[in-house]
C-alpha cells in the first residue's frame, strides 16, 4: 500500500486540488464522530487517485473550499462507498454537495450483491484481498493519529478504483449502468442533507399506531426535539428519547406541573415544549391522515402479499434482492393507497412498477 499523504496546511490543499484536476476519477471517504452531537463532526477526508492516497486533516484546516471545485467538477467521478453519510459529512462542514458520484455499494446491489454490503467484504468479493478493520470504533478528533488508523483510513479509499472498475464492468454487460446513473444522482439532492424539520416526525416508528390526537401531539414534540437537537447540535435522543415522547403525547400535559410527572425536564425545556403542545391543540389536533406504520385493514394486507410475490418473482428473474426493486415498506405504503414511491420512477417503473400498478388498477 502506497503511503498516505498527509495534509494539514492549506497551502498543501490548494497543491493537491491542481493535482486532482486532471483526474478522471477520485475515490473518497470519511471519518467523522457524531456520537455526542447532532451534526456530524468532520475529522478526516481520504481521497486517493493515480496510486496515491491523501488525507486531509478537517480538524487543523479550516476551509475545504479549494478542494470544492474538483469535488463538483462534472467531468470528474467521485468512487464512495455508501455515500449517504459521507456527502451529508461534507456537505454540512461546505454547504456543497459532491458530484458527480458512483456509489459502489448501490453499484454492487445492482449486480445481485446483498443491498448493504460492506467496504470489506466487496474488496475480498471482487478483488480476494482481505482488509483488516480494527478502528471501527476509533476518535478520529484525536491527535496524532497512530499508524494503526492511517493504515485504515487509507484502505477505505485504495481499493475504491479497482472495485468500481469490475463493477463498472458487470454493470455494462448486464446493461444496468443506467440503474446505478439514476439512484446516485439522487444523492445530489440538497434535500437529503437539509431535511425539512416539519416532517421529523417520520422518523419515529410506531406513530401510526397511535390515534389521531396523541399522533398529532407526537408529531407536535418530535418537530419541537428536530428544531432543538439543531439549534444546541445535540443528539435526539439527549433532548428527548422516543420512549418519553410518546409517553408525553399519550398523557397530554397541560402545565409544568403534569408535564413533570411523565417526564422531568429543565424549565426552559418544559416551557417550550408545553407552548408547541398548546399550540397543536389550537390547531383542533389536524391529523386524521393515516401515515405509513398505521396498522393495513385485511384487503390492505392482502394486497400486499400480491404485491410483495410480483416483486420476489421479478427480483428473481433479475438475479437482486428484491429490497433493490421494492423494499416492503414501499410495498406496504403502496398497498395503502401511496403512489410516489421508487418503485413506481424512473428505472424501477420498466422493471417492476408497471407490474405493480396493473395489480393496484
Not at 475545504?64 to 467521478?77: E, F, I, S
Not at 459521507?86 to 450483491?113: H, K
Not at 446483498?114 to 467484504?121: L, N, R, S, T
Not at 442533507?193 to 398529532?216: C, K
Request: proline share 5%; net charge negative.
Amino acid at each position: 500500500m502506497p503511503d498516505a499523504i498527509w495534509i494539514d496546511r492549506s497551502d498543501e490543499l490548494d497543491s493537491l486540488a491542481r493535482t486532482l484536476e486532471s483526474q478522471a476519477s477520485i475515490g473518497l471517504d470519511t471519518e467523522f464522530l457524531r456520537e455526542r452531537t447532532f451534526f456530524p463532526k468532520l475529522c478526516l477526508l481520504q481521497l486517493s487517485a493515480a496510486g496515491r492516497i491523501w488525507c486531509v486533516d478537517t480538524l487543523r484546516i479550516a476551509s475545504l473550499d479549494a478542494l470544492m471545485p474538483v469535488l463538483t467538477a462534472p467531468g470528474v467521478c467521485k468512487l464512495i462507498h455508501a455515500a449517504r453519510q459521507d456527502l451529508e459529512a461534507v456537505y454540512l462542514t461546505v454547504r456543497q454537495v459532491v458530484s458527480p458520484v458512483f456509489d459502489t455499494q448501490i453499484a454492487a446491489a445492482c449486480i445481485g450483491m446483498k443491498p448493504q454490503v460492506g467496504y470489506a467484504e466487496l474488496v475480498k468479493t471482487l478483488l480476494g484481498v482481505t482488509i483488516p478493520k480494527g478502528q471501527t470504533r476509533t476518535d478520529w478528533s484525536k491527535r496524532p493519529l497512530t499508524a494503526a488508523q492511517l493504515e485504515y483510513a487509507a484502505d477505505d479509499v485504495l481499493y475504491l478504483g479497482a472495485i468500481a472498475d469490475e463493477l463498472k464492468g458487470r454493470l455494462q454487460k448486464l446493461g444496468r449502468e443506467h440503474w446505478v446513473r439514476e439512484d446516485c444522482l439522487e444523492l445530489e439532492e440538497r434535500r437529503l442533507y437539509e431535511p425539512d424539520t416539519a416532517q421529523a416526525w417520520e422518523r419515529l416508528r410506531g406513530i401510526g399506531q397511535l390515534e389521531p390526537e396523541p399522533r398529532a401531539r407526537a408529531k407536535a414534540i418530535a418537530v419541537w426535539r428536530e428544531k432543538l437537537a439543531r439549534e444546541r447540535d445535540l443528539p435526539r435522543a439527549w433532548i428527548l428519547a422516543d420512549a418519553a415522547l410518546f409517553s408525553i403525547a399519550q398523557a397530554n400535559p397541560v402545565n409544568a406541573a403534569t408535564l413533570d410527572a411523565v417526564q422531568p425536564m429543565s424549565d426552559k425545556f418544559a416551557a417550550t415544549l408545553l407552548e408547541a403542545l398548546a399550540r397543536t391543540a389550537a390547531a383542533g389536533w389536524p391529523d386524521a391522515e393515516p401515515v405509513q406504520d398505521s396498522r393495513p385493514t385485511p384487503e390492505q394486507k392482502a394486497l400486499l402479499e400480491r404485491l410483495a410475490k410480483t416483486v420476489d418473482a421479478r427480483a428473481a428473474e433479475l438475479q437482486v434482492s428484491a429490497e433493490v426493486l421494492a423494499p416492503r415498506g414501499e410495498l406496504k405504503a403502496m398497498a395503502m393507497g401511496k403512489r410516489e414511491t421508487h418503485a413506481l420512477t424512473g428505472w424501477r417503473l420498466q422493471e417492476i412498477g408497471t407490474r405493480l400498478l396493473a395489480i393496484l388498477a
